[in-house]
């Protein structure tokens, strides 16, 4: 299995409050990204990285930043909170993201419940 | 940019009964095209994948062609079981800075 860990794995928190979701790998992999999914929407890529301060927007990135300031972090922020964020966070790698053939490896996912 | 349209889902069949979950995508060049798993409770797991057209790409009993003409990628298991309940992922692969796009997913249920 791909060594990635992501924390916490459970969270509450109330709205309005800022909250940091961790995504750690010991496969040295270059890019790495961070999804929400969702009941009837599947998989949506919030941000992802393809690089150690390089990060680009996902297609569901209002209300989210990113920060990766090592190859093996990358941290997902919500600034403010909103029940509209709650969902199931799962944050991904791949070695490469020019390669039609490389495949992405997951982490186990972090719910994160906002009220 | 990439896409992929899945069958919509839930599945839900009996023991030993043939399975198939229809994708199909609309892509720029010619991608791989990966199935993904997600068992309850976990994170997606990388099932199968193809790299080229006619290329026909199997694990655990499940099987998926590339197929180029219809542009589809779907997913066939002769007969399933009770642990192959998950939920199924389609994705095209892509170059260049832009990662996997998704399917949203086909919730298969198997009951004994």
């Known amino acids: 299995d791909a060594g990635i860990t992501q924390s916490p794995r459970h969270k509450v928190t109330e709205t309005g409050t800022p909250v940091t979701l961790r995504c750690h790998q010991t496969?040295?992999?270059?890019?790495m990204y961070w999804y929400r999914q969702d009941p009837g929407h599947g998989l949506r890529l919030i941000h992802y990285s393809y690089g150690v301060k390089d990060t680009d927007k996902g297609e569901v990135s209002d209300g989210y930043s990113v920060s990766r300031s090592k190859t093996e972090d990358f941290l997902l922020t919500l600034e403010s909170a909103t029940s509209s964020q709650t969902s199931v966070y799962f944050c991904?790698?791949?070695?490469?993201?020019?390669?039609?053939?490389?495949?992405?490896?997951f982490g186990d996912g972090t719910r994160l419940s906002i009220l | 940019g990439n896409s992929v349209t899945q069958m919509e889902g839930p599945v839900t069949l009996s023991e030993e009964a043939f399975l198939t979950i229809n994708c199909t995508y609309t892509a720029t060049g010619y991608p791989s095209l990966f199935w993904y798993v997600q068992y309850p409770g976990e994170g997606l797991q990388l099932l199968l994948k193809?790299?080229?057209?006619?290329d026909k790409g199997s694990n655990k009993g499940f099987e998926a062609t590339y197929r180029k003409e219809t542009t589809s990628f779907h997913l066939e298991k002769g007969s399933v079981q009770v642990s192959d309940s998950a939920v199924y992922f389609c994705a095209p692969g892509i170059s260049g800075n832009t990662p996997l796009v998704f399917g949203k997913g086909t919730r298969l249920s198997v009951i004994a």
């Open positions: 193809a790299t080229k057209a006619d």
């Open positions: 496969e040295n992999h270059r890019y």
């Open positions: 991904a790698i791949s070695e490469s993201g020019t390669d039609f053939e490389e495949p992405q490896h």
